[in-house]
């Protein structure tokens, strides 16, 4: 009988194309995978420790298990394994806590241990781009991990501490994996990392991979995804005119105060990033810009937090990631005075997320009449929902289309109510 494995996963793109890649390993090597809630001989948890959310909803998922009392290995793994590493491992419900280093061995470690074999992770070892090439996975598009670890240290961020320092996966290794995948029928290619615009492999930098990557001779879409608003060369902003770019980034842009943003060790001020989205819009008007914005930072006063909204009204981004500042130990933004009440928190964060929504609104209602190509990620009832290249939900009706494919649109109206989707006929 084949073994069941169950996984949840906490947090970024990074830590889903990490599960993917061992959901894959495990299905390959002859075990099942069965739903989170269901009965399992091994459970493995992928956290986050980004925010103090990150860690309460890591712990509530593990302590499921836990509570269920089944005769299973719980596995914890993932950025607040990482930083509580010490203290989990004194758990004794947690049979392993594996820190991000190791993640990649996972399926090894496991496998030895119903096999009876031992099997000893190599503390010194940092095999971040060990991960094998995801075929079965729970995602449509293919992640590809190109970058991990972050030199930056925002104020704010734990994430250097948990993910180490910037290291960049040979280019070789990236173009053979999008090969690979491309292989296993995938459409669609997402970059991850934790600081991918800071790529820098044997002094190639991430012009140099784009373009790699676009010059592959195959049919397929590349999404840049998550960025950091640096390392945009006059190559780069070339680049994404490129056909096979989708024109959507996640910039990250996080307070729309240049006094924040310098208390958040932030490398660049609100003008240098609208900078960039008036350079890529110059060529791409409807390129669509999502973004995170952190509220309440040590110290935002009341017109730091109007220049926020300013920023917001003015760069038109279709869709905001809202964060209450998060105090994470061994940060320096724990240390600094003038901590935010949290009932301001929350109601700057309110604040956001119904200007957020209205912008969203606006951007995907000016596709209205314009055209889209659709990469299906559901066929049910003779309906079929997907992303368009601009990174916009969109629903049409059909007798019959295949998931996974790409299918050309009109976009013809838009759904009432919040995050609304895009309604669409086949063309
Ligand atoms: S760039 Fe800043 S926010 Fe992003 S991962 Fe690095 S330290 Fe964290």
Redesign the pocket.
Known sequence: MSKKIAFKTLGCRLNQYETDSLVSQFIENGYQIVEFDEKADAYIVNTCTVTNQGDKRSRYAFNNVIKRNIDAKLIVTGCMATQYKDKLEDEKAINFVVDNNHKANIFDLLDSYFKGESFALNEDERSVFSFLPAKDTFHTRSMIKVQDG?D???T??I??KVRGRAISRPINDIILNINQVLDFGFKEIVLTG??ITRYDYNGLSFHDLIEKIVEIPRDFRLRISSV?PEGFTPKLFELLQHTKVAPHLHL?LQSGSDKILLQMRRFYTLAQFKGIVQKIREKRPDFNFTTDIIVGFPSESDKDFEETLQAIEEIGFSHIHTFKYSKRNHTRAARMPEQTDEKLKTSRSEQVRVLGELKKRNYRASFIGKTQSVLVEKFQKKVASGYGENYIPIKFTANEVAENEFYNVRIIGIESGEDPNLLAELI
């Open positions: 972050c930056n240290f925002c704010y961020c994430v250097p934790v600081n950091e990250c």
